[in-house]
């Protein structure tokens, strides 16, 4: 089981006898393109670079990169970059999308377009990993959806489950632990993400989500730390141990995903999960610490769907 970034890191290094080609859309990002040459010679992703070569060309100068071991894919503009780069991944030419210069809507657009092969009958969601030590320990947590899907109903809030219990899983957590947030661990008619969370629990002890633990409503404080599951008089398999914090919507998901990174000083990983090939949406002004640590992450997702 994989406990903290600097162990995915090394996992995505231990499997780079198989190396992923990863598609920087938008590759005149400073971050970006530093983070996927970084993956490069550290020896787990091979670049390849797609929009205006003058451009990216530019920033690898000024950053003092060498871009000479990449590959090409010219495109004069996002749309065309991010329509080239769904083409090259439907044709299995590359194996995971990474979004550079362009904005996420533009990116999704061409993955979600049908002509390009990558849509399957999943849902897409965002799942985002940071260090969790609340209880002393480091160990790696997720937070799913604040990216994709704004305001999901039980059926869609359960396929954002089965992803993130998939992300896990990847990264050896062999029976995910679910936390089903909402703003109290009481079911009432009133809050309705609590009368979901109840639905979603139900349908996962009945087998829905395979191989996972899934509770809820739990609170944000007993999902993660057992003093206050206790405090409270709240058992079950996930109180105060959740590996994946599930949101009610995509506000309550974006604002925790920004916080744990901006308050709480964690790096961060994410993925989209959903379609045929690994989808990373960094925000624009995400480190590159944290743009090589997603790419590591969808290197490993990618290597399990093979």
Known sequence: MIHNFSELLAAAVAGSGSVARVAVVGADSATGL???????????????????????REVAAARGLDVSGASWAPADAPDAAAA???????????????????????????????????????LLSDVLL?????????????????????????????RIVA???????????????????????AVTESVASTVVARQIQEEAA????????????????????????????????V???ADILVLPNIEAGNVLGKAVKYFGGSITAHVVVGARVPVLIPSRV??????????????????EAE
């Not at 995971?96 to 904005?103: A, I």
């Not at 404080?221 to 057992?226: E, G, I, K, R």
């Open 34 to 56: 530093a983070a996927v040459l970084q993956a490069a010679r550290e020896g787990f992703a091979q670049p390849v670079l797609i929009g205006d070569e003058r451009l990216i």
């Open 84 to 122: 080239c780069a769904a083409a090259l991944a439907g044709a299995g030419e590359v194996d995971v999308l990474l979004k550079g210069s362009l904005r996420t809507d533009q990116l999704l657009r061409a993955v979600l377009d049908r002509r390009h092969g990558l849509r399957t009958d999943g």
């Open 130 to 158: 940071y260090e969790d030590t609340l209880a002393g320990d480091v160990r790696l947590v997720a937070v799913t959806d604040g990216g994709i899907n704004p305001a999901p109903d039980a059926a869609a809030l359960g």
């Open 163 to 185: 992803n993130a219990v998939k992300v896990m899983r990847a990264l050896g957590f062999e029976r995910p632990r679910v936390a089903l947030l909402s703003a109290t661990e």
């Open 206 to 237: 009945g087998g829905a989500f395979g191989e996972c633990e899934v509770q809820g409503p739990l609170a944000l404080d007993n999902a993660l730390l057992a003093s206050a599951a206790e405090a409270k008089g709240i058992a079950g398999p």
């Open 239 to 241: 109180a105060g141990r």
């Open 286 to 303: 995400e480190s590159e610490a944290d743009k090589l640590h997603s790419i590591a992450l969808g290197v490993l997702l990618g290597r």
